[in-house]
């Protein structure tokens, strides 16, 4: 693999309060990497207006603020990983890449920072803007940011899923990882499901219908059919992950209570070494048939204790969709309450 560009600290100006560095690009032609009549380097220079930039050949030497230069770093590599993986670098390419990164807190991209309620994650495909809107929802999203694995669970309506995806489209986005991974229970796999007409995707489509629908209200409809084509997003039913090993990717597993304890076990273990989970569910929606037991009630009591996995409860407040949605779970909740309290009595 081709090694990235590499920074040589020199002498540091006290009295201005600023440093001298020289990033150089390893293995890569700079007269293709600045792009004609230099475009790309004064695009970049554009984006830096607090350094002094001179290249000379793979050398970029600069002058400027510390937190300036973190920032150019990080801004170089993503511009390396874009040249590497098209072999070309232009206008496009380069705004691409540099959209998000900043000065200010240049250490970390926009999705390691911890959020607040309302604060906007992505612009949707309709302008609209997606936010973590709920004290839980915005618990979920910093969660995940702390964590490789989290369990997110609650009732209908609580954004559950349309929150993890918006998690691992920002991921994808900020190229903390190369793929996202959808999966859920087709929960009448066999017979049933052979009766559907159509192909085996026409046949699984219905069951993945909720999760097609968020990634349509955050990547344009075109980019998205490209990403699925190129497999850089990836929609398929729980039973297709068996022998695999999902790395540098997010995976979402939804509707995680129609899944059986060893379906469970098997997809939590197909984790690459810098993959991330998300796992949702509704633990009062369990589809599966009377003999078969969700796998989700064990799997939440073994591991909630491990380093590295969080634990999201969504409630009622979290509902977003109608304000009936809301009476409709409270109603279900009490009248729950009521037969287990006979059932206690008798």
């Not at 607090?50 to 937190?67: N, P, S, V």
């Not at 511009?79 to 206008?91: A, Q, S």
């Not at 690459?272 to 796998?295: C, E, F, H, V």
């Amino acid at each position: 693999m081709l090694k990235g560009g590499v920074f040589r600290l020199g002498l540091c100006l006290n009295k201005t309060r600023l440093s001298e560095k020289i990033y150089t690009l390893e293995q890569i032609d700079p007269q293709t990497f600045y792009g004609p009549n230099n475009l790309n380097l004064t695009i970049i220079k554009s984006k830096f207006p607090k350094l002094q930039i001179i290249a000379r050949g793979e050398e970029i030497k600069l002058f400027g603020d510390d937190a300036s230069m973190n920032a150019f770093e990080l801004a170089m590599k993503q511009l390396e990983k874009t040249f590497l993986k098209n072999k070309e670098l232009n206008e496009h390419m380069v705004l691409e890449a540099l959209e998000g990164i900043t000065v200010e807190k240049p250490a970390e991209s926009a999705s390691a920072n911890l959020i607040t309620t309302g604060d906007t994650l992505l612009i949707g495909t309709r302008g609209q803007q997606i936010k973590a809107r709920t004290r839980n929802q915005v618990k979920m999203v910093n969660t995940a940011k702390k964590n490789d694995i989290i369990f997110a669970i609650g009732p209908a309506g609580t954004g559950k899923t349309y929150t993890a995806v918006a998690i691992a489209v920002l991921a994808l986005k900020e190229r903390e990882i190369r793929r996202i991974i959808l999966t859920r229970p087709a929960v009448e796999a066999g017979e049933n499901l052979g009766f559907l007409p159509g192909d085996l995707k026409d046949k699984i489509d219905p069951y993945l219908r909720p999760l097609y629908d968020a990634l349509e209200d955050m990547i344009p409809n075109d980019k998205l059919k490209s990403m699925i084509e190129s497999r850089t997003v990836e929609i398929a039913p729980l039973a297709f992950m068996r022998g695999r090993t999902l790395d540098n990717c997010y995976v979402i597993l939804d509707e995680a209570q129609n899944s059986t304890d060893l379906q469970l076990k098997m997809f939590l273990t197909r984790m690459g070494p810098n993959a991330k989970l998300i796992i949702t569910g509704d633990l009062t929606q369990i589809d599966l048939p009377r003999k078969q037991q969700s796998g989700l009630n064990r799997a939440l009591r073994l591991l909630k204790n491990i380093k590295g996995i969080g634990m999201i409860q969504l409630d009622t407040d979290d509902v977003v969709r109608h304000r009936l949605v809301k009476e409709i779970v409270h109603a279900y909740d009490r009248d729950a309450e009521c037969e287990k309290d006979s059932s206690e009595k008798s």
